[in-house]
Every structure is written in structure tokens, then in C-alpha cells.
């Protein structure tokens, strides 16, 4: 799933997700509870075709849906990693 017309990685069921540093900056926050939090989507929310919420089992207390355009894929950073 892609949104804001921002070419991104796709996410979908399963992905691991964080709020995206955009979303984050354009909101003024820089530290907390939602810059650190980490999710697992479970399912997607079409609202309209420019809108798709995913469902997000956060591993704290955060909303259970959050626009696609706002999620960044999160996982092992492979310039760093060990595993091919």
C-alpha cells in the first residue's frame, strides 16, 4: 500500500511499522511514547480511494489505526546486519 504519492516500501499484513520521521517532524514530535512506538499491521481500513487506514497492534498504548501515509517499514537495517 502506498499513500500521499510518496513512492515508499509496501506495506502490508504483517510489516513491521513505525510513524514515519515525515509524520513525525510535521507534528513536532521529536521524542515520547509515539516516536518509539513499534506495530505489526493486522489489517487495512479503505476510507476513500486516496485513504487507507492500517490496522496496527502497537507494542504500547497508541490509536489502532493510522493512515498508510503516515507508517514506515521498520526491521533489520542490512548495511549493519549480518543476515542475507
Not at 513505525?18 to 514530535?29: D, E, M, N
Not at 492500517?54 to 548495511?79: C, I, S
Request: net charge positive.
Amino acid at each position: 500500500m502506498t499513500g500521499g504519492g510518496h513512492a515508499m516500501a509496501k506495506i502490508e499484513v504483517g510489516t513491521k511499522v513505525a510513524y514515519s520521521v515525515q509524520f513525525l517532524r510535521s507534528i513536532g514530535c521529536y521524542s515520547g511514547g509515539m516516536a518509539f512506538a513499534r506495530g505489526v499491521v493486522t489489517g487495512f481500513k479503505v476510507l476513500s480511494p486516496g485513504c487507507t487506514l492500517a490496522e496496527v497492534e502497537w507494542d504500547r498504548e497508541m490509536p489502532p489505526r493510522v493512515n498508510v501515509a503516515n507508517l514506515a517499514r521498520v526491521g533489520l537495517n542490512r548495511q549493519f546486519s549480518n543476515v542475507d
